[in-house]
């Protein structure tokens, strides 16, 4: 396993003549919490969202636990889970029956523990429909945790969650950084997540300040 799990260089990325990226470039060490701050709109989604593959950068390279970021996506898709503003749950569902789904798809088990981890064991054979906000936030969560990714980037973690559910997150974060998973956290949240990064990455218009 490489030594550092993000290099990035020069990363940019447009969306038609606005650009959200603008050459940014940072090193991550294996096995830390990396704290990607801003105002709205500086570039903190973009740049994880680019980081996972879901979208690509329009210059620059990066290498994710030694996978190039381009030529290699499908690579580093198998080592990189992605939580985003978008829970992409089945609504009819069963909360375990999103994640037997997605354990499935990923060749994973252990669908039972990611629900206790979040504290939806109670709640696993209700219907996702009828879950609040903080609950799907929940359930993605646990789809990270059912993947045990090398690198995990979570975008605003404790969106629409209650005191509970950011102690919950606390938690967990803490939990991966222990087992060696490299955190990537796009947060408001500064002084709360503080205490749990070893760097911290600022973005302003896109550009790294």
Do not use: C
């Not at 799907?136 to 509970?164: C, H, I, N, T, W």
């Not at 600022?202 to 300040?209: D, I, M, N």
């Amino acid at each position: 396993m490489t030594e550092l799990a993000i290099d990035a260089q020069n990363l940019a990325r447009r969306y038609g003549r606005r650009w959200a990226l603008v050459d940014v470039s940072f090193q991550l060490k294996a096995g830390s919490v990396l704290m990607v701050a801003g105002r709205n709109g500086s570039g903190k989604s973009t740049l994880l969202r680019t980081l996972a593959t879901a979208i690509r950068p329009d210059r620059g390279s990066a290498r994710i636990a030694g996978y190039d970021l381009v030529r290699e996506r499908y690579d580093v898709r198998r080592v990189v889970a992605l939580l985003s503003h978008q829970t992409y749950l089945y609504e009819s569902l069963t909360a375990r029956e999103n994640l037997v789904i997605a354990a499935r798809m990923m060749g994973r088990d252990g669908v039972d523990d990611a629900l206790t981890r979040v504290r939806l064991d109670t709640r696993a054979d209700d219907a996702v429909a009828t879950f609040s906000a903080g609950m799907r936030k929940r359930l993605s969560f646990a789809r990270v945790l059912l993947q045990e990714p090398r690198v995990a980037m979570l975008d605003e973690p404790y969106g629409q969650l209650d005191p509970e559910g950011f102690l919950l997150i606390d938690e967990v974060v803490r939990a991966l950084k222990a087992r060696g998973t490299t955190v990537v956290m796009a947060t408001h949240q500064v002084d709360r997540v503080r205490g749990l990064a070893d760097e911290v990455l600022t973005l302003e218009a896109g550009r790294t300040v």
